[in-house]
């Protein structure tokens, strides 16, 4: 039986299925089996986040007034460490009141951010693939998305000549995200400042998801929009502390940059949520200020998982250009079968969880991603099970 009260929203019509969510329900039966899954499936760091940010977590809690509603705009002194963090990262001077703004998680700002500034029909700007919250907070907030498919063949960069003249003039905001997930792309620091030129020129707003920035490897360094001149006038950022510091459970990250966005997204929030349990807040803040050696150890972890699967898969046949950055490794599939159909084939014959590429968009077609959130021991159990089903390229 059907009752009006029932029939959802239309906004949520306009979402295609979750695919993690599908994901789930598959490895619930996997293990209802009694399968024994390797997960590789979702960007969900394995271990914990460092020691002294569990000790900044408890010395909060013994606080009285960490209790409480935390500020609207996050804690003074978290915010101060954002800044000072960019600062010290990037040479880049943001003013803690206006320029920064915690969030509980950074995929709870992208979406907010897309209900903060787009009315029905406002196009937007979405490469595909992309992180799936780049595209489902503005089909929340009823935008008419323009896919900007991208390829192996340009580098998974986006080709601003490829956007119709009439499209980039109508766009109000184009989100992007390097170091890329799910694909791993990096853009060089000629690439930010053509899109800085191209969106100040179509007055797009640009909204940079800078996700993996500490997750970079063979001496690359990421580049931050907000250094780049001009970035700032039309831009923010948005950064989290779940990758880089094993935080993904805590919910925190938070926005940079223009302070007229980020205004519009704070008035959102402010009538939405309380922002962060500030005990979590003081424990970032530990985390933002760890000594580099701890960032090298996480870089040193991915790398030597990203060679070691990369070597073991090549002795399965399988072809894969090393990543620069980020947890993840990006695959084609076999050329007979789609990403769907290849990640449910592994996880049935062997237990591995890929992410198909689809998820991230029809862009992501033909591609599966590997997290690399499993030890090497765990990894080379994956290399054996796959070896056992032939499931090679050979
Ligand atoms: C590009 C990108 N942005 C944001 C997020 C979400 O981060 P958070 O845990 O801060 O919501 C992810 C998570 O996988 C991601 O890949």
Same mark, same amino acid.
Request: proline letters at 6%.
């Given at each position: 039986?059907?009752?009006?009260?029932?029939?959802? @929203? !239309?906004?949520?019509?306009?979402?295609?299925?979750?695919?993690?969510?599908?994901?789930?329900?598959?490895?619930?039966?996997?293990?209802?089996?009694?399968?024994?899954?390797? !997960?590789?499936?979702?960007?969900?760091?394995?271990?914990?986040?460092?020691?002294?940010?569990?000790?900044?977590?408890?010395?909060?809690?013994?606080?009285?007034q960490t209790h409480g509603y935390p500020p =609207?705009?996050?804690?003074?002194?978290?915010?101060?460490?954002?800044?000072?963090?960019?600062?010290?990262?990037?040479?880049?001077?943001?003013?803690?009141?206006?320029?920064?703004?915690?969030?509980?998680?950074?995929?709870?700002?992208?979406?907010?951010?897309?209900?903060?500034?787009?009315?029905? $029909?406002?196009?937007?700007?979405?490469?595909?693939?992309?992180?799936? @919250?780049?595209?489902?907070?503005?089909?929340?907030?009823?935008?008419?998305?323009?896919?900007?498919?991208?390829?192996?063949?340009?580098?998974?960069?986006?080709?601003?000549?490829?956007?119709?003249?009439?499209?980039?003039?109508?766009?109000?905001?184009?989100?992007?995200?390097?170091?890329?997930?799910?694909?791993?792309?990096?853009?060089?620091?000629?690439?930010f400042e053509e899109i800085i030129k191209w969106?100040?020129?179509?007055?797009?707003?640009?909204?940079?998801?800078?996700?993996?920035?500490?997750?970079?490897?063979?001496?690359?360094?990421?580049?931050?929009?907000?250094?780049?001149?001009?970035?700032?006038?039309?831009?923010?950022? =948005?950064?989290?502390?779940?990758?880089?510091?094993?935080?993904?459970?805590?919910?925190?990250?938070?926005?940079? $940059?223009?302070?007229?966005?980020?205004?519009?997204?704070?008035?959102?929030?402010?009538?939405?949520?309380?922002?962060?349990?500030?005990?979590?807040?003081?424990?970032?803040?530990?985390?933002?200020?760890?000594?580099?050696?701890?960032?090298?150890?996480?870089?040193?972890?991915?790398?030597?998982?990203?060679?070691?699967?990369?070597?073991?898969?090549?002795?399965?046949?399988?072809?894969?250009?090393?990543?620069?950055?980020?947890?993840?490794?990006?695959?084609?599939?076999?050329?007979?079968?789609?990403?769907?159909? =290849?990640?449910?084939?592994?996880?049935?014959?062997? $237990?591995?969880?890929?992410?198909?590429?689809?998820?991230?968009?029809? $862009?992501?077609?033909?591609?599966?991603?590997?997290?690399?959130?499993?030890d090497c021991d765990r990894l080379g159990e994956?290399?054996?099970?796959?070896?056992?089903?032939?499931?090679?390229?050979?």
């Open positions: 039986m059907s009752l009006s009260w029932m029939r959802r @929203a !239309d906004r949520l019509k306009a979402l295609p299925p979750y695919v993690f969510a599908r994901l789930d329900e598959l490895k619930a039966k996997a293990r209802e089996q009694g399968l024994d899954l390797i !997960d590789l499936g979702m960007g969900n760091p394995d271990g914990m986040a460092p020691q002294p940010v569990i000790e900044g977590a408890i010395a909060a809690l013994q606080q009285p =609207f705009e996050g804690t003074a002194s978290f915010r101060q460490a954002i800044t000072a963090w960019y600062h010290r990262c990037y040479r880049v001077d943001l003013d803690p009141s206006s320029e920064a703004l915690p969030l509980i998680g950074s995929k709870e700002g992208l979406g907010h951010l897309a209900l903060a500034y787009i009315n029905p $029909g406002d196009v937007v700007l979405v490469p595909s693939p992309s992180y799936p @919250a780049h595209f489902r907070g503005p089909l929340i907030a009823g935008a008419d998305l323009y896919p900007i498919i991208l390829s192996e063949e340009k580098d998974w960069l986006i080709d601003l000549n490829s956007i119709p003249e009439n499209v980039a003039k109508a766009a109000k905001i184009l989100y992007f995200n390097y170091p890329n997930n799910p694909t791993t792309a990096t853009a060089p620091r000629a690439f969106a100040t020129h179509y007055e797009i707003m640009l909204v940079h998801d800078l996700c993996y920035a500490e997750l970079a490897f063979d001496g690359y360094q990421p580049t931050s929009l907000l250094e780049i001149p001009g970035g700032k006038d039309i831009g923010v950022e =948005f950064h989290t502390l779940s990758k880089t510091y094993n935080m993904a459970g805590w919910r925190v990250g938070f926005v940079v $940059g223009n302070a007229k966005i980020i205004q519009g997204l704070r008035t959102l929030k402010t009538n939405l949520d309380y922002g962060i349990f500030s005990a979590v807040q003081a424990a970032a803040e530990t985390a933002l200020n760890l000594p580099d050696s701890y960032i090298k150890q996480v870089q040193e972890r991915y790398q030597t998982r990203r060679d070691f699967l990369i070597k073991g898969l090549g002795e399965l046949g399988w072809k894969i250009k090393p990543s620069q950055a980020t947890m993840y490794l990006w695959v084609k599939c076999p050329s007979d079968t789609n990403s769907t159909d =290849f990640a449910l084939d592994v996880l049935q014959k062997t $237990g591995i969880v890929f992410t198909p590429g689809n998820a991230f968009g029809e $862009g992501g077609e033909g591609y599966v991603r590997i997290s690399l959130i499993a994956a290399l054996n099970r796959l070896k056992q089903a032939g499931i090679c390229y050979r």
